[in-house]
């Protein structure tokens, strides 16, 4: 077990099993926290077979659903019920966003049925990777645990929805998280 102000990590015969964040962040935190997310990705990438490529990604993801379950429970715990969908993603872009990454989302979109896109144009995860396309087929891996912090904060609230990421440019990626209405 490591514990820090702002980070508990439990690491048990070669798994990850929690991760929950405590304080606010300081710059070793932060420096933390992206170690831990780059080791994290490269090893349940080495633990799976080639041929499993999708299996990483969904544990990433599942770890990212568990994490952003924990952080929105505690991040609203103060806060008043949100009166629509689009307070909801304002909240994740500004405060959200603002509280894990130390930067609020650079753009918001939506087509008000249900669509909505994030931008970040230096994501944290992505910005010690090189500028360059040699890196882009790797991107997706370093993505899936945010995405899976998107879900589950959202999930939470009470919106269901799926979330993906998409890389054009490096360090930039935006998310796009669809709106499942039942």
């Known amino acids: 077990m490591y514990i820090t102000r702002w980070l508990t990590v439990y690491?048990?015969?070669?798994k990850f099993i929690l991760i929950t964040w405590l304080n606010p962040i300081n710059m070793?935190?932060?420096a933390l926290f992206?170690?831990?997310?780059?080791?994290?990705v490269s090893h349940i990438h080495r633990e799976i077979s080639k041929d499993e490529k999708d299996q990483c990604?969904?544990?990433l993801e599942a770890l990212g659903f568990r994490v952003g379950q924990s952080l929105i429970e505690r991040f609203t715990r103060e806060c008043s019920r949100f009166k629509d969908e689009l307070d909801t993603?304002?909240?994740?872009c500004k405060d959200f966003w603002g509280l894990v990454y130390k930067k609020q989302i650079d753009n918001l979109r939506t087509?008000?049925?249900?669509?909505?896109v994030l931008?970040?144009?230096?994501?944290?995860?992505?910005?010690?990777?090189?500028?360059?396309k040699q890196y882009m087929e790797s991107a997706p891996k370093y993505l899936a645990f945010p995405c899976g912090m998107i879900r589950g904060a959202l999930s939470n609230l009470g919106v269901n929805c799926?979330?993906?990421a998409e890389v054009s440019a490096m360090p930039a990626c935006k998310f796009q998280i669809q709106i499942q209405r039942s």
């Open 11 to 14: 690491f048990h015969t070669g």
């Open 28 to 30: 070793a935190d932060e």
């Open 34 to 40: 992206e170690f831990l997310h780059t080791e994290m």
């Open 57 to 59: 990604i969904s544990k």
């Open 89 to 92: 993603m304002k909240f994740l």
């Open 111 to 116: 087509n008000h049925q249900g669509v909505y």
């Open 119 to 132: 931008q970040d144009n230096k994501f944290k995860f992505l910005v010690q990777m090189s500028t360059g």
């Open 162 to 164: 799926i979330v993906t």
